[in-house]
């Protein structure tokens, strides 16, 4: 059980994914978090977009072992592009 005192995690709906994740590793690494457990803590904390993403992504894993490393760089390349890797983000701007 967590010796930290209690800190609500931060919700993920998919928008500023790299924000998110920089938040909630580092809270993992203050807790010395293990990787079985970051998969919880990251499920309950998901919403809109990225638990439906959540869902599917589990349901195409059936039968293969997903390590917390491979499941943060696929969560990365559906939503971790952001604003500065989006172009159709960037031409918005010149609206």
Not at 25 to 35: C, L, S, W
């Amino acid at each position: 059980m967590s010796r930290l005192p209690r800190v609500d995690l931060p919700k993920c709906n998919g928008s500023n994914f790299s924000d998110w994740m920089y938040r909630i590793e580092q809270f993992f690494k203050v807790d010395n978090t293990h990787d079985h457990v970051k998969f919880k803590l990251t499920i309950v904390n998901l919403k809109d977009k990225a638990l439906q993403w959540y869902k599917a992504y589990m349901t195409s894993m059936v039968g293969i072992m997903v390590y917390w490393g491979k499941y943060v760089r696929n969560m990365a390349q559906r939503f971790g592009h952001g604003e500065e890797g989006d172009p159709l983000a960037i031409l918005a701007k010149f609206k």
